[in-house]
């Protein structure tokens, strides 16, 4: 996890360090304007299509707690945002020597995902771009991703190695794997961003584990 030896990156997403997770489910797909519809009532996207297959965006770190409430009281589960660490041994492919989510090859970056060069400057329908290594779509590209942990600056440095959740507080949430505004540099899988819980952007959804 982290940024390889060699990659110029910024010194957050440093140092390469290793984990080891217990089993657990990603969502193969981000969670659609359709499925928030169905939960809540209502679509907040800025790319709204009623009923739509288009991620769900503009909803804040707090928005998705209360649609994760409700979705579980509505369906027994017990769904959740995935971990920082979770989500990027899913982007690796299981934890694979890749920089893009299935890939390491820029040249072939437009066909695994909606970024800056190619997203025509809007979300898209999910899954229409290719899956990585494990059959999951968009962990790169067309919407950020929420996270569950909380964002510090050097956690990597301190990470310990077995099921990593972040900080045990602080004021920003982390946010994965760069939107259709932003540029390939973005698109690498250890590439961090960051939010206030209660932030809400038309580049930024979630998708859902368990």
Request: hydrophobic share 30%.
């Amino acid at each position: 996890m982290g940024e390889p030896k060699g990659e110029s990156s910024d010194k957050d997403e440093k140092p390469e360090h290793r984990v080891c997770l217990i089993d657990f489910a990603i969502g193969k797909y981000e969670v659609t304007q359709s499925q928030w519809e169905d939960i809540m009532g209502f679509n907040p996207s800025s790319f709204a299509k009623s009923g739509s297959k288009y991620p769900v965006e503009n909803v804040s770190w707090k928005d998705v707690q209360v649609f994760i409430l409700k979705l579980n009281q509505k369906t027994g589960k017990n769904y959740r945002l995935p971990t920082e660490a979770e989500w990027e041994y899913a982007a690796r492919s299981g934890g694979k020597n890749e920089k893009y989510a299935g890939i390491s090859d820029r040249k072939q970056l437009r066909k695994y995902a909606w970024f800056n060069e190619n997203s025509g400057h809007k979300t898209h329908i999910v899954g229409t771009r290719k899956p990585n290594g494990l059959g999951i779509y968009d962990l790169i590209g067309n919407v950020s991703e929420w996270l569950s942990d909380w964002y510090e600056e050097d956690f990597f440095s301190k990470s310990p190695v077995n099921n990593p959740l972040g900080p045990p507080n602080g004021q920003k949430r982390v946010i994965r794997g760069g939107s259709w505004s932003y540029p390939a540099g973005w698109m690498r899988v250890w590439s961090r961003d960051y939010g206030l819980p209660d932030h809400r952007n038309n580049n930024v959804g979630f998708r859902l584990a368990e």
